[in-house]
C-alpha cells in the first residue's frame, strides 16, 4: 500500500501574521500544498516578519518563499498545482469550499477571543494559541507561550491562558507597544526598520497623532490605510540597538514563531503516521479474512 505524498494534502492557514507566515512557510518547505487567509485589511504589525503584505501589494516574499494573492476564486485549482503559495481575502466559508482542505490551522492568535469550534472543517484541526481546547474546539492544539511547553503539541485539552505581558526587548515590555486609542483609519508614512526617536510622530488615527514610545526601529507597523478599532496593536519600536541584531529582528522568521510552526509540523506528521497505521492495520485485516474465506 503507498502512503499520500503530501504534495496532495492540502492545508488551510488561517492568519497571515508571523506566526500563520511562519507555519505556512513551514508547510510549503515540507511539501504540503498551502493556502494563507485572512481579512481584506488586516491590522498585522509585524510585516517584515510575515506575507500579509500580499494582500495590499499582490505579492510578498519571506525567507526566499513567495506569496501571491489569489484574486480570482476560481483560480484556485490552476495556481495551487503550480505550488506557489497562495494569500486569500474571499470570505473563509468560500474558501474552505472551494479548498475542501485537509488540514485546517487557526493561527489568527487572537488571544482574548473565544475560538468558535472548527473540528470537523477538515479532517484534523489545530488551535495555536490561548483559549483552545483539544479534543473539543480543535483537533489539536499547539502552545505559544514563551517557555518550555513553546511548540508543544496538545492532544486533549486547553492551551496555557493568555500570559498578559509582552515579552522584554532592550529591557522594555508593553511600553514598546502602541494602540490605537479609537475606532479609524491608521495612517503612516514610515517603513518598518525605520529609526525612530522618542515623541516622535509615527502615525495618526484622525484626529490623533501616534508617537513613538521610545528611540530605536520599527519593528511592527500597521499599513497606512487600515481600520483599526481602539485597543489594536499598530506600532512596535524595537529599542535595542541595531549593531546588537535589532535590526535582524525585524524581518524573517523569529523565533517563537519558527517553534510554533515546527509544533504544527509535528502535529501533522503524528496525524498522518497514525492513519498510515489505521490503513495497514485495515488492509491486514482484509487480507486475514479474504484467506479465511479461501
Known amino acids: 500500500m503507498t502512503d499520500q505524498p503530501k504534495n496532495q494534502y492540502r492545508v488551510l492557514v488561517r492568519g497571515s501574521g508571523d506566526v500563520g507566515s511562519a507555519v505556512a512557510h513551514g508547510l510549503l518547505g515540507a511539501g504540503y500544498v498551502v493556502v494563507l487567509h485572512d481579512q481584506p485589511q488586516p491590522a498585522t504589525t509585524r510585516r517584515g516578519m510575515a506575507f500579509t503584505d500580499a494582500i495590499f501589494d ?6 526566499g518563499v513567495a ?5 480570482h476564486l476560481p483560480d484556485l485549482g490552476v495556481l495551487l498545482a503550480t505550488g506557489i503559495l497562495l494569500v486569500v481575502v474571499v470570505p473563509f466559508d468560500l474558501l474552505v469550499a472551494a479548498l475542501q482542505p485537509d488540514v485546517l490551522v487557526d493561527a489568527r492568535m487572537r488571544k482574548r477571543s473565544q475560538p468558535e469550534v472548527q473540528r470537523g472543517l477538515a479532517a484534523l484541526t489545530i488551535g495555536l494559541g490561548p483559549n483552545f481546547v483539544a479534543g473539543d474546539t480543535v483537533d489539536r492544539a499547539v502552545e505559544t507561550s514563551w517557555g518550555p511547553d513553546l511548540g508543544q503539541v496538545i492532544s486533549h485539552g486547553p492551551t496555557q491562558p493568555l500570559a498578559g505581558e509582552p515579552r522584554s526587548l532592550g529591557g522594555h515590555g508593553r511600553e514598546r ?5 479609537v475606532d479609524g483609519l491608521f495612517h503612516t508614512e514610515h517603513r518598518i526598520g525605520d529609526a525612530v526617536q522618542a515623541g516622535e510622530v509615527v502615525g495618526s488615527i484622525d484626529p490623533v497623532a501616534l508617537s513613538a514610545p521610545l528611540s530605536g526601529r520599527l519593528r511592527g507597523l500597521t499599513h ?20 546588537a541584531g535589532g535590526l535582524v529582528a525585524m524581518t524573517g522568521i523569529g523565533e517563537r514563531p519558527g517553534r510554533i510552526a ?24 482484509a487480507d486475514a479474512a479474504e484467506e479465511r474465506r479461501e
Open 262 to 285: 515546527a509544533g504544527v509540523l509535528q502535529a501533522i506528521q503524528e496525524w498522518m503516521d497514525a492513519r498510515t497505521a489505521e490503513r495497514r492495520q485495515a488492509s491486514l485485516a
Open 224 to 243: 497606512d490605510g487600515v481600520p483599526v478599532v481602539r485597543g489594536t496593536k499598530v506600532i512596535e519600536v524595537d529599542p535595542r540597538d541595531t549593531a
Open 177 to 181: 507597544l502602541v494602540y490605537a486609542p
Open 58 to 63: 499582490g505579492q510578498a516574499t519571506l525567507e
Open 67 to 71: 506569496a501571491r494573492r489569489l484574486d
